[in-house]
């Protein structure tokens, strides 16, 4: 049974940074996207990273240059490093994994079959 844990969220400044984990079990093999999603309060999740497992990322226009995806294989654990956050960063952050299809590296909601909790990160201006 697959559990992602998603810790790290909290309130900061605009200009300040955040990190956040996700503690990943259950995963058979390695053939699985990873990704980072968030949702505002009255809005759609949506796609913020992801990371494949030969490393190859891809980010979301809106963040892009001010976050960065990663993991630790040996802690089974990914992260999404936030820097310069705005107000509108503001959302719950969720962890997702999705069996990889070839080299498609999607930020599509429907592409990732196991989520976490969430963890609320909060930007205040």
């Known amino acids: 049974q697959v559990h992602l844990v998603e810790s790290g969220g909290g309130s900061v400044q605009s200009g300040g940074s955040l990190r956040l984990a996700c503690a990943a079990s259950g995963l058979t093999d390695t053939n699985y996207n990873m990704g980072w999603f968030r949702q505002a309060p009255g809005k759609e999740r949506e796609g913020v990273a992801a990371l494949n497992r030969v490393g190859r990322t891809n980010y979301a226009s809106s963040v892009k240059g001010r976050v960065t995806i990663s993991r630790d294989d040996a802690e089974n654990t990914l992260f999404l490093h936030m820097n310069s956050l705005k107000p509108e960063d503001t959302a719950i952050y969720y962890c997702?994994?999705?069996?990889?299809?070839?080299?498609?590296?999607?930020?599509?909601?429907?592409?990732?079959?196991?989520w976490g909790q969430g963890t609320q990160v909060t930007v205040s201006s």
């Open positions: 997702a994994a999705g069996r990889a299809h070839g080299w498609w590296l999607p930020l599509l909601v429907r592409e990732y079959g196991f």
